[in-house]
């Protein structure tokens, strides 16, 4: 299960990761260039561990990765105030009520972006406790 979410997210990442230059409002999230780079760097080690990596590597690789993720992502609804977003292209509202600005003007997380990465979270922590790094599950 690990090898496969860490391979599935890995390629989602690298297309959002795409997908954010031309279209810094995807999704509603803050896709700046810096967010941008963040998401190809992650997809790419993301989908390395998924296809190369060992089982138990990937099984460790979505346990860190889920808890960094949901972690982000609940720090951002914690610490995030209102604001306006800075980051230019961005096509929808500039408000948000939990505008986290980690670097102003280059990468800013909003609720929306709170919401994906507490998803994220889940979903790479449920991929490496649902994987037994013994394998005996078998090789996924």
Known sequence: MAKTIATLLGVAF????????????FLGAHLSTTHNLVH???GAVSLYIGLKGTLAGA??????????YGLLGVA???LGGSGQHSIPGLTHDGSDTRL??????SLELASVDHIIHILLGIVYLAGGLLTRA???RGRD
């Open 14 to 25: 690298i297309l959002v990761g795409l997908v954010g230059f031309i279209s810094p409002g």
């Open 40 to 42: 190809l760097i992650s």
């Open 59 to 68: 099984r460790t690789f979505c346990l860190v990765f889920g808890a960094v």
């Open 76 to 78: 951002g609804f914690l």
């Open 100 to 105: 986290l600005t980690v670097l102003n003007g």
């Open 134 to 136: 013994d394998g005996h």
